[in-house]
Structures are given as C-alpha cells and as structure tokens.
C-alpha cells in the first residue's frame, strides 16, 4: 500500500480510555495485517508542572480528551475493524455522511501535530497554582525558607511573585517564583 493514500482520521474514544484504544490498535498491528492500513496512532498529551508537597511534579495529560488521531488508509474492512474495537465510540466524521469517517484536513493535521511539537519543545512550566494579591504565603526554597509574607504583587508571565516579609521587625520585599512558595 502507497503512504500517499493514508490519511489522518480520528477516533472517538471513551474518555479516560485513549492510552487502551492506542495499545489495542499498536497490538493488532503487530499481530495481523493491520499494519498494511494503519502507519501511526497518536494520542496529543502535554506536560504539565505542579507543585504538590513542596516538590515540582510533572504531569502529562490529553491535549484532546477523549480522541486518538490515526493515520490509515481505510480500505475494505480497516474502518469496520477499528469503529468496533473495546473502548472505541466511532470515528469523527461530517454530519452530512454519518457512515462516512472524515479525513481531517492537512492544514488541520499540521495544527495539532505542530502544537505538540511546539509543547513538547517549549515545555513552557504550567502551574495549576493561581495566587492572589494579598494572599498570605510560605517560602519553602532559598535564603528566606521558613518565613511568611503577603503577595503585593502577581507576574503570571513570568511565574513570578513580589511578597512582602517581616524580617527584624521591618517589611522587606522579595521578588520570587511560583514554585518557591505555598499558600498557607
């Protein structure tokens, strides 16, 4: 079969299932025929920075919740095979053709592919921690460890926070990261 009649098609999944349906499929694959129709099964994830216990913890999660992008040519029996496979809903498709599977478009395609490679590169640091002007906060790393301040001022851009501790009596600021404090 020619790379050149595969196309991208995704599949509906359960929810919570999309790392099952992509094992079924890598499964099949090896075991049959399959990987005649089916080249890639991609699940689009990105990481994510937490802060649990004082430590940074990197978490990956589904950038598209409940879909698994394959890359097939679906000839023949190849869409009945993957539409009834465990934990599979159906294929995306246009509503117009319920039957029919829509292939996504290539620009669509580059899209999603492109913002994975970009998130991947980046791993520009999430935080599922928001903070609030006057908040008071911890300091858990650094010179100043121990201490407790009031946030004065909040730089989401640059994950940054300017607190305001009492040192000796006397307010000083300090200018901190989002993973150098807890909220008390």
């Known amino acids: 079969m020619s790379e050149v009649s595969k196309k991208w098609y995704v599949l509906r999944a359960i929810s919570g299932k999309e790392n099952k349906v992509r094992e079924a499929i890598e499964a099949e694959i090896k075991n049959t025929d399959l990987g005649q129709y089916v080249s890639q099964v991609l699940i689009p994830t990105e990481k994510i920075y937490q802060v649990r216990n004082g430590k940074k913890v990197v978490k990956e999660r589904n950038y598209l919740p409940g879909y698994v992008l394959v890359e097939a040519e679906l000839s023949g029996e190849v869409a009945h095979y993957l539409r009834n496979m465990t934990n599979v809903i159906g294929f995306l498709s246009d509503t117009k053709k319920a039957d029919a599977p829509t292939p996504l478009r290539q620009s669509e395609v580059n899209r999603i592919l492109g913002s994975v490679d970009s998130l991947e590169e980046m791993e520009e640091e999430r935080t599922s921690i928001s903070f609030a002007e006057g908040e008071a906060v911890k300091v858990t790393d650094g010179p100043f460890s121990g ?38």
């Open 147 to 184: 201490f407790t301040g009031v946030i004065e001022e909040v730089n989401n851009d640059k994950k940054k926070l300017k607190i305001m501790v009492k040192i000796f009596d006397r307010k000083t600021p300090l200018e901190l990261g989002f993973l150098q404090v807890e909220k008390e």
